[in-house]
């Protein structure tokens, strides 16, 4: 497949760099040949620097390094998307992802699965911190006899709502589940990522 790649007049790809759990788009950066054999290689990413003009690896220096689980090309053959367990911030600036400057906001009303992972992140967050007041705190706190409760409660208010052909009140009782079954896997230390592997196991074999 390597040889099928189109390489531009500089001998350079673009590569979009992606979190392979969350989806995020980490970076764009490019490889030559030789980085992307290093990547396949190392099973880490390894870029090439039009600036410095020399290969460099994602991480060396910081410890940021980036785990590749997969990689694609576009139709085209001239752009790179990899897949990546990122260990640590992507950007030199400290960031999970060099995009963060905002040309326009997302409309909140508009759902995306990214806010599992920023739900999972401040659950974990109020576990570590228990903050005085906070409703996940007090779960906590209560223990998981108090957080299976609730799990069962929101499961059976699903059912209701889906009973009644609600679906207004379906959707914000699933929500609530869905918090309560994530603040269940965080009592477990179990990752959501886990959960979803399974998932993807099951669909495979079908």
């Not at 189109?6 to 673009?14: E, M, N, P, R, W």
């Not at 040949?33 to 600036?51: N, P, Q, V």
């Not at 207004?168 to 994530?182: P, Q, R, S, V």
């Amino acid at each position: 497949m390597i040889e099928n790649l189109k390489f531009d007049d500089k001998g350079l790809i673009t590569v979009v760099v992606q979190d392979v759990q969350t989806k995020e788009v980490l970076t764009v950066a490019y490889m030559n040949k030789e980085s992307l054999e290093k990547t396949i290689e190392t099973g880490e990413t390894w870029f090439f620097s039009r600036s410095r003009q020399e290969l460099w690896h994602k991480g060396e220096t910081s410890g940021n390094t980036q785990k590749v689980v997969a990689m694609r090309a576009d139709c085209d053959l001239d752009a790179l998307i990899v897949e990546v367990l990122p260990k640590g911030p992507a950007c030199h600036n400290g960031t999970v992802s060099c995009f963060t400057e905002v040309i326009k906001e997302k409309d909140p009303s508009i759902g995306s699965l990214d806010i599992l992972e920023t739900l999972k992140n401040v659950i974990r967050g109020r576990e570590k911190e228990m903050p005085e007041g906070a409703y996940t705190t007090y779960l906590f706190n209560e223990g998981v006899d108090k957080i299976c409760k609730k799990v069962g409660e929101e499961a059976t208010e699903v059912v209701i709502a889906s009973k009644n052909r609600d679906p207004e009140e379906l959707k914000w009782e699933a929500a609530d589940l869905i918090y309560h079954l994530l603040v269940l896997l965080q009592e477990q230390k179990l990752d959501i990522y886990e959960v979803l592997g399974v998932l993807q196991k099951r669909h495979e074999k079908h």
